[in-house]
């Protein structure tokens, strides 16, 4: 057991515990036990073919229907205990071929048409009693191509159309017996390309259109006996991908559209003659992703367009020392327009991620297995758009896994050999919608399995008194979130990493918007996701109503906005009094402020002296994601400002560049020198940095002397006015920032 297993039991981690077993899929069905073992399945004509051994026929040719009557022995190619080990099965043009050992033409190649009659040899390619061992079984439109030795060309590209007289060599690429060891041989576009090695040039990459003629050297990438050595091939989108070795650039990136001019290094990802190790090579989108080492990186994941300014590091993984940090992704499998992999992910261990190209979006999917061991995802397969695999924990060892790209919709099938030993799913093959594998059982041998597939519910209707929306006041009663047609077992995330299983419960003691989503899993099969959202509002104690006042008032909200809330109000029959505006959101009271700060316009349309506008700073408690219904009034009266209401959405922890009502320094105004004892008046204001600034300068009969407007006040904003022309008096100097304004007398002296 893993060290950190008991620390999570001891501290109550039952998440983990909840996302094992707690999701049990339909438990898969074992069709029949295979005490010698299982290797090779492959679909064929809606049925299974594979390669294991019963225990008394040895390893031979099987067949499966998808039942366990209906899985069969097909044919005792080597009659009796021996076996013959069918292996490399593929089917070309309506035909399964594989490589066989009858005991008495060695291994030679045979085919299937699904039935016993018609499994039989191809042909003895070497006679005698020796073996061709045919290998790199490809299908070039139709037309299967595999490397062969027939004794007398040595190892070399032969092709078949399934009959004795029509399998036959296709070139002796290294002329008598020596071989010419085809290898890595990839369909483009019905051009076979492959690696060999015709003994002047060295390994090196060639091409066949099935003819002697026209198997030829596309390039010799790197001159000598040596060879480029070509490697892990791939078509990417109609053109060959693959790592080549030359001694200035060490194994790199190639491709080639099958012309000598068209064989291009794409980069040099490792700089120098030292090599990236390239491989892994996988096509989404018409882009190769990849493998490579990047001294700086280490081994990480790539992708190339194919030109080298779109030849990048798509994400350092596992981020540390060169050499020593290695995110090392493997088993790159495309499901669902993404790619599924395993890379070594810091404090988890070796785990599963996916990408759909970005490095946004390359992600961790889930730590499978807790802490900082592995899950060593393997056995990759897709069905139905999703991923299934086998991976481990500490407690259930090696099992069935699925995953749909989410942390929630990833979880284990079954344990199939129930507890810390494993089953080792592998060879996972979809067949008709269905999932079949060899595992080890809880009797301890191999056995084949059938996983039928899931039929979804539907998406659980989460909801409470009818409602996936539901707004509370602050410290109410809790909401209880139900979905009413989950007949199977409701799994739920929520804030703050929270999860669990059946009814949620929601507290209220918290202000916020809080979002659940939730599966309904029935019989293993999960659901599509639903949510709900809470949204738990300030608890307002609204003013009593005190004595109405009331008044020749004339006001508008003019703006609602995550900073300030701001607009005007007066009283006719009192023009030059401040008023008090009070605000509302969704009813409740929020907050009150004076109308104290001058509008010249205000002023200028004979609103008395023009000190009638508002600036309210946006409560923080509003700025949570919810629409709010914004309203202002004069306080204590029943006059409604003008254009209200207006409704109001902050994101969730919005700020706004402005300081609060509760945070916000004091505007000070301090006239330098005071009486003003020459032709200028010398202001200095603090308290209004960042905000716009006005200053206005008036005599006792509110006549303007000097006015100026500051847009974007400094720290300690400092200003000048001329006051040559007045007379000695006592003057007014109004100053006004965002939120607050301050009148200071000055007395001019001379």
């Known amino acids: 057991?893993?060290?950190?297993?008991?620390?999570?039991?001891?501290?109550?981690?039952?998440?983990?515990?909840?996302?094992?077993?707690?999701?049990?899929?339909?438990?898969?069905?074992?069709?029949?036990?295979?005490?010698?073992?299982?290797?090779?399945?492959?679909?064929?004509?809606?049925?299974?073919?594979?390669?294991?051994?019963?225990?008394?026929?040895?390893?031979?040719?099987?067949?499966?229907?998808?039942?366990?009557?209906?899985?069969?022995?097909?044919?005792?190619?080597?009659?009796?205990?021996?076996?013959?080990?069918?292996?490399?099965?593929?089917?070309?043009?309506?035909?399964?071929?594989?490589?066989?050992?009858?005991?008495?033409?060695?291994?030679?190649?045979?085919?299937?048409?699904?039935?016993?009659?018609?499994?039989?040899?191809?042909?003895?390619?070497?006679?005698?009693?020796?073996?061709?061992?045919?290998?790199?079984?490809?299908?070039?439109?139709?037309?299967?191509?595999?490397?062969a030795n027939n004794g007398t060309h040595g190892s070399e590209i032969w092709k078949t159309d399934g009959t004795e007289a029509g399998t036959v060599l296709v070139k002796d690429i290294n002329y008598g017996t020596a071989d010419g060891d085809p290898q890595y041989l990839t369909n483009v576009n019905g051009t076979l390309f492959f690696k060999a090695n015709n003994g002047t040039n060295g390994s090196e990459l060639w091409k066949s259109d099935g003819t002697s003629f026209g198997t030829v050297l596309v390039k010799d990438i790197y001159t000598g006996a040596s060879g480029s050595n070509i490697a892990y091939s791939a078509n990417i989108n109609g053109t060959l991908y693959f790592a080549a070795w030359t001694s200035a650039t060490g194994s790199e990136l190639w491709k080639s559209d099958g012309t000598a001019a068209g064989t291009v290094l794409v980069k040099d990802i490792h700089a120098g003659p030292s090599p990236s190790e390239v491989s892994f090579l996988t096509n989404l989108n018409g882009v190769a992703y990849f493998k490579a080492y990047e001294p700086n990186a280490g081994i990480e994941l790539w992708k190339s367009n194919g030109s080298a300014p779109g030849t990048t590091l798509l994400k350092d993984i596992l981020p540390g020392a060169p050499g020593e940090a290695n995110g090392v992704p493997g088993f790159?499998?495309?499901?669902?327009?993404?790619?599924?992999?395993?890379?070594?992910?810091?404090?988890?261990?070796?785990?599963?991620?996916?990408?759909?190209?970005?490095?946004?979006?390359?992600?961790?999917?889930?730590?499978?297995?807790?802490?900082?061991?592995?899950?060593?995802?393997?056995?990759?397969?897709?069905?139905?758009?999703?991923?299934?695999?086998?991976?481990?924990?500490?407690?259930?060892?090696?099992?069935?896994?699925?995953?749909?790209?989410?942390?929630?919709?990833?979880?284990?099938?079954?344990?199939?050999?129930?507890?810390?030993?494993?089953?080792?799913?592998?060879?996972?093959?979809?067949?008709?919608?269905?999932?079949?594998?060899?595992?080890?059982?809880?009797?301890?041998?191999?056995?084949?399995?059938?996983?039928?597939?899931?039929?979804?519910?539907?998406?659980?209707?989460?909801?409470?008194?009818?409602?996936?929306?539901?707004?509370?006041?602050?410290?109410?009663?809790?909401?209880?979130?139900?979905?009413?047609?989950?007949?199977?077992?409701?799994?739920?995330?929520g804030p703050n990493n929270a999860t669990g299983t059946g009814n949620i419960t929601v507290p209220t003691s918290a202000t916020g918007t809080f979002v659940y989503t939730a599966h309904c899993v029935v019989s293993g099969c999960i659901s599509p996701a639903s949510s709900a959202t809470v949204i738990v509002q300030p608890a307002v104690n609204n003013p009593g109503p005190g004595p109405v006042v009331t008044g020749n008032f004339e006001g508008y909200l003019d703006k609602v906005e995550c900073g300030t809330m701001r607009g005007w109000v007066w009283d006719k029959n009192l023009p030059n009094t401040v008023m008090k505006v009070e605000f509302f959101a969704n009813g409740n009271s929020i907050g009150t402020i004076d109308a104290n700060i001058f509008r010249q316009d205000l002023k200028d349309s004979g609103k008395g002296n023009g000190i009638h506008a508002y600036s309210f700073p946006t409560p923080a408690t509003l700025k949570n994601g919810q629409t709010y219904s914004i309203s202002a009034k004069v306080f204590n009266s029943n006059y409604v400002l003008k254009w209200?209401?207006?409704?109001?959405?902050?994101?969730?922890?919005?700020?706004?560049?402005?300081?609060?009502?509760?945070?916000?320094?004091?505007?000070?105004?301090?006239?330098?020198?005071?009486?003003?004892?020459?032709?200028?008046?010398?202001?200095?204001?603090?308290?209004?940095?960042?905000?716009?600034?006005?200053?206005?300068?008036t005599d006792l009969q509110g006549r303007v002397l000097a006015e100026k407007e500051v847009v974007r006040a400094s720290e300690v904003e400092h200003q000048r006015f001329s006051v040559h022309h007045a007379a000695p008096s006592i003057l007014l100097l109004r100053v006004a920032s965002l939120r607050q304004s301050q009148t200071v007398k000055i007395l001019k002296a001379n």
């Open 332 to 493: 790159l499998t495309v499901v669902n327009n993404q790619i599924f992999f395993t890379a070594n992910t810091f404090g988890k261990g070796r785990e599963l991620w996916k990408t759909d190209g970005t490095t946004a979006g390359t992600a961790l999917v889930k730590d499978i297995n807790p802490g900082q061991e592995a899950s060593d995802a393997t056995s990759f397969a897709e069905m139905g758009g999703v991923l299934y695999m086998s991976a481990k924990t500490a407690t259930t060892g090696f099992e069935l896994w699925k995953s749909d790209g989410t942390e929630a919709g990833t979880f284990p099938i079954a344990d199939i050999n129930p507890g810390v030993p494993d089953s080792s799913p592998y060879e996972l093959t979809p067949l008709n919608g269905v999932l079949y594998f060899a595992a080890t059982g809880s009797n301890g041998t191999k056995q084949l399995f059938r996983l039928n597939p899931c039929v979804s519910p539907p998406a659980p209707n989460l909801a409470s008194g009818g409602q996936n929306k539901v707004t509370v006041t602050q410290n109410a009663p809790a909401v209880v979130l139900t979905a009413s047609n989950c007949s199977g077992q409701l799994n739920w995330s």
């Open 1 to 147: 057991m893993k060290k950190s297993t008991f620390i999570h039991l001891v501290l109550g981690c039952w998440i983990s515990f909840v996302s094992t077993f707690s999701v049990q899929a339909q438990a898969p069905l074992s069709l029949k036990t295979f005490p010698g073992g299982i290797t090779e399945i492959i679909q064929y004509n809606g049925a299974l073919y594979f390669n294991a051994n019963d225990g008394i026929n040895g390893a031979e040719l099987w067949k499966s229907d998808g039942t366990a009557a209906g899985t069969v022995l097909l044919k005792d190619i080597n009659p009796g205990a021996a076996s013959s080990s069918p292996v490399r099965m593929i089917v070309v043009n309506n035909t399964l071929f594989f490589a066989a050992n009858n005991g008495t033409n060695g291994q030679e190649l045979w085919k299937s048409n699904g039935t016993a009659a018609g499994t039989v040899l191809v042909k003895d390619i070497r006679s005698g009693g020796y073996e061709s061992i045919p290998a790199w079984m490809t299908d070039v439109n139709g037309t299967l191509f595999f490397r």
């Open 644 to 697: 209200a209401p207006k409704n109001l959405t902050c994101p969730n922890g919005s700020r706004i560049a402005t300081e609060s009502a509760e945070t916000q320094k004091p505007l000070d105004v301090v006239v330098l020198g005071n009486p003003v004892q020459n032709e200028q008046v010398e202001v200095e204001v603090r308290g209004a940095e960042g905000q716009p600034l006005r200053l206005l300068l």
